[in-house]
């Protein structure tokens, strides 16, 4: 193996990198000049990184400016680090409310993500590191997070997403799941017990940005001996409270859900 598709990635890093100094646009010559390189490999990178709309034409000038991805993952990373220090202390107030495990996932593709979790302390819990991923279909925050998703994503889920069997509890038809997880949507909160692991249970209920759009499932996990012991619609209760507590953070109210129930 040689090191060129690295020193590639990393001309195309460089060359995205220019345009920190935000002028309007940049041409192919400009660009060579300040990145040391031929005019036709710039040229190159730029045409691989616009089909990739990281980078556009100004049709009126022939220059180069960043692509509307760009600003869409600068937005993604926004909403981690956002995310990230609003849930910090409520994660940590729910883990210490119920005793159990406390986590926060995102959805990516047919998977959530675990973005941020705090163990339990009791000598029984459970090993979910953060960055793991899960599948949709047998997770209480994989349901929370579908069923707030928009119409055509949950169908394009429902369609195209393999419903595997990991347990005889696992939702495994995609009419039942599409019941469950309409739901989910009536009550504001999801549960799975022994549908991705048999003797493991969870509860999970949305995060909301400041529109109002669900971006992050909060949830607690524990072993189903534990989970049946506690009053589900307790745990539903304090569950839902701590979304709703990071949600206000992220700058969500009810006058915004209001708003759009109008709309």
Same mark, same amino acid.
């Given at each position: 193996m040689t090191d060129a598709p690295l020193q590639t990635v990393t001309n195309a890093a460089r060359l995205l990198k220019a345009f920190l100094t935000r002028e309007e646009s940049l041409g192919v010559s400009e660009l060579a000049r300040r990145l040391g390189l031929g005019k036709s490999a710039v040229h190159r990178l730029l045409t691989t990184l616009a089909t990739e709309g990281l980078v556009e034409q100004d049709p009126a000038t022939g220059g180069y400016r960043l692509g509307l991805v760009v600003f869409e993952l600068g937005e993604a990373v926004r909403v981690h680090m956002d995310l990230h220090a609003a849930a910090g202390s409520v994660l940590a107030h729910l883990r210490e409310e119920?005793?159990?495990? !406390?986590?926060?996932? =995102?959805?990516?593709?047919?998977?959530?993500?675990?973005?941020? $979790?705090l163990e339990s302390s009791h000598a029984l819990r459970l090993f979910t590191e953060t960055g793991r991923r899960v599948p949709v279909h047998c997770t209480s925050s994989g349901k929370v997070l579908m069923a707030f998703a928009s119409e055509p994503v949950r169908e394009r889920f429902l369609a195209t997403a393999s419903l595997t069997r990991h347990t005889p509890q696992t939702i495994t038809d995609p009419?039942? =799941? $599409?019941?469950?997880?309409?739901?989910?949507?009536?009550?504001?909160? !999801?549960?799975?017990?022994?549908?991705?692991?048999?003797? @493991? !249970? &969870?509860?999970?209920? /949305? @995060? $909301?940005? $400041?529109?109002?759009?669900?971006?992050?499932? @909060?949830? @607690?996990? !524990? /072993?189903? &001996?534990?989970?049946?012991? =506690? /009053?589900?619609?307790?745990?539903?209760?304090?569950?839902?409270e701590a979304g709703e507590a990071v949600s206000r953070r992220l700058g969500w109210s009810e006058d915004v859900m209001s708003l759009r129930k109008e709309s």
């Open positions: 119920t005793g159990e495990s !406390a986590q926060v996932g =995102m959805l990516d593709g047919h998977d959530v993500v675990y973005v941020d $979790r009419d039942e =799941m $599409r019941r469950a997880l309409g739901t989910v949507r009536a009550r504001g909160w !999801a549960d799975a017990v022994d549908e991705r692991e048999l003797g @493991i !249970a &969870s509860l999970a209920a /949305p @995060i $909301r940005d $400041r529109h109002g759009a669900v971006v992050a499932a @909060i949830g @607690i996990g !524990a /072993p189903v &001996s534990r989970f049946r012991a =506690m /009053p589900r619609k307790r745990l539903a209760r304090v569950v839902v």
